[in-house]
């Protein structure tokens, strides 16, 4: 039975959209992903009084800025927790880590990327592994740089709000050493310590637009956000990492991502973890 719908969505309005996607962010929607747009778009059509996706897509080809972010931050799908993946935090601690402390003495300096941050569990995330990694008497200087292309889940990020549920999976000690239980009106989130957030800073980035840095980086997790790309897209994003990266930096990838015929600037290490080559 076919679904009933407020507005007609024809595959010529499907396809206009995903030019659109394609264009402002580099993402490749698939034909499985129509009833997904046509979820989420509706309300953009329905807030904003539209009866047709075509004049909804002339607003945002017409160079609507505001409406543009918003179409941007509908389309974009977040999901992340806390230590996603965790045998990329566990190669940090116990290998990375103390291989760049040994590496980087001199100016004890370390420089992180985090793309695609989503709503900020992956930088915070790194913060605390950094932070349970290195003494708290040494004085290093560590950054973490931390971007998504939607504002909305930045906004969440930066705050550092989470509701309580977030943080089920930690042990107990990390619960209560990185993060504030939330009372009164705010019982039932936690707020994570500002000695974290001390150390990332957050931004909106267009990863296919220019860059505001040229790092050198330690490392970069970039993870379940190529899958959203073409094969020739990635290949310019890979290619780029490997020229912000220092030689034999990290590179970290999505559990369901790969650079085989991709790039041949890294070198696979194993689970997804990779080291620039050239």
Same mark, same amino acid.
């Given at each position: 039975?076919?679904?009933?719908?407020?507005?007609? @969505?024809?595959?010529?309005?499907?396809? /206009?959209?995903?030019?659109?996607?394609?264009?402002?962010?580099?993402?490749?929607?698939?034909?499985?992903?129509?009833?997904?747009?046509?979820?989420?778009?509706?309300?953009?059509?329905?807030?904003?009084? %539209?009866?047709? $996706?075509?004049?909804?897509?002339?607003?945002?080809?017409?160079?609507?800025?505001?409406?543009?972010?918003? @179409?941007?931050?509908?389309?974009?799908?977040?999901?992340t927790s806390f230590f996603r993946e965790e045998h990329h935090f566990q190669y940090l601690s116990k290998t990375l880590i103390p291989d760049i402390?040994?590496?980087? %003495?001199?100016? /004890?300096?370390?420089?992180?990327?985090s793309a695609g941050c989503s709503t900020g569990e992956e930088p915070?995330?790194?913060? %605390?592994?950094i932070k349970e990694t290195i003494s708290v008497n040494d004085t290093w200087d560590i950054k973490i740089l931390a971007t998504d292309l939607d504002s909305d889940v930045l906004n969440t990020a930066s705050r550092g709000v989470y509701s309580s549920e977030r943080i089920d999976g930690l042990s107990s000690n990390r619960k209560k050493r990185w993060f504030l239980n939330g009372k009164g009106d705010n019982t039932g989130?936690?707020?994570?310590?500002?000695?974290? !957030?001390?150390?990332?800073? $957050?931004? !909106?980035?267009?990863?296919?637009?220019?860059?505001?840095?040229?790092?050198? $980086?330690?490392?970069? @997790?970039?993870?379940?956000?190529v899958i959203y790309f073409d094969k020739e897209t990635q290949k310019v994003l890979f290619d780029r990492y490997a020229n912000v990266l220092k030689n034999n930096a990290h590179l970290f990838i999505?559990?369901?991502?790969?650079?085989? /015929?991709?790039?041949?600037? @890294?070198?696979?290490?194993?689970?997804? %973890?990779?080291?620039?080559?050239?």
């Open positions: 039975m076919e679904k009933v719908r407020d507005f007609d @969505f024809t595959d010529k309005d499907f396809d /206009k959209v995903r030019n659109l996607v394609k264009n402002h962010t580099g993402i490749s929607l698939s034909n499985a992903k129509k009833d997904m747009v046509y979820s989420r778009l509706s309300r953009r059509l329905r807030n904003l009084g %539209i009866d047709k $996706f075509s004049d909804y897509c002339n607003l945002v080809e017409g160079g609507d800025d505001s409406e543009l972010i918003k @179409f941007t931050n509908a389309i974009t799908t977040n999901l402390m040994k590496t980087n %003495i001199r100016d /004890k300096r370390i420089r992180i990327w915070y995330s790194l913060a %605390i592994a989130t936690v707020r994570v310590r500002p000695e974290l !957030q001390e150390l990332i800073t $957050f931004k !909106q980035l267009n990863l296919l637009r220019e860059w505001p840095t040229k790092g050198p $980086f330690d490392f970069i @997790f970039c993870r379940n956000v999505g559990h369901s991502e790969s650079l085989f /015929k991709v790039s041949d600037r @890294f070198k696979l290490l194993g689970q997804t %973890i990779y080291t620039k080559t050239k």
